[in-house]
């Protein structure tokens, strides 16, 4: 059986993303492990309002702030050692990391 690592990174610094990611291709090269992506998503704009005070009844605001998110995938196949160690790296504040393991099945073992 064989297991599938997918690793979705997010953050709103462009420059500190792509170099984590760099870094993960360079590990896999090294290691031999099969790797897919990075895929790369649009980027997503997202606008916050400011309220002035923590008043219901104060309508007062500032201007919204907005930032944009950039997301990259990843997927190992295999390389399970490889993949939890990437997972549990630490990552800087400003990068968002999620792992999903999933356990793939070869065609010709049945499930009991």
Do not use: C
Request: hydrophobic letters at 30%; aromatic letters at 6%; zero cysteines.
């Amino acid at each position: 059986m064989t297991f599938v690592t997918r690793l979705t990174l997010q953050s709103g610094d462009r420059n500190a993303l792509d170099s984590i990611v760099d870094d993960i291709k360079q590990s896999a090269e090294k290691k031999g492990a099969a790797l897919k992506g990075p895929h790369s998503h649009p980027p997503e704009d997202h606008t916050v309002p400011q309220h002035r005070r923590l008043h219901a009844d104060d309508d007062r605001k500032f201007g919204s702030w907005t930032y944009t998110v950039f997301t990259r995938e990843l997927e190992i196949h295999g390389h399970d050692n490889l993949a939890r160690n990437i997972a549990s790296q630490n990552f800087p504040d400003s990068v968002h990391i999620e792992a999903e393991v999933e356990q793939i099945h070869s065609m010709g073992r049945g499930r009991n």
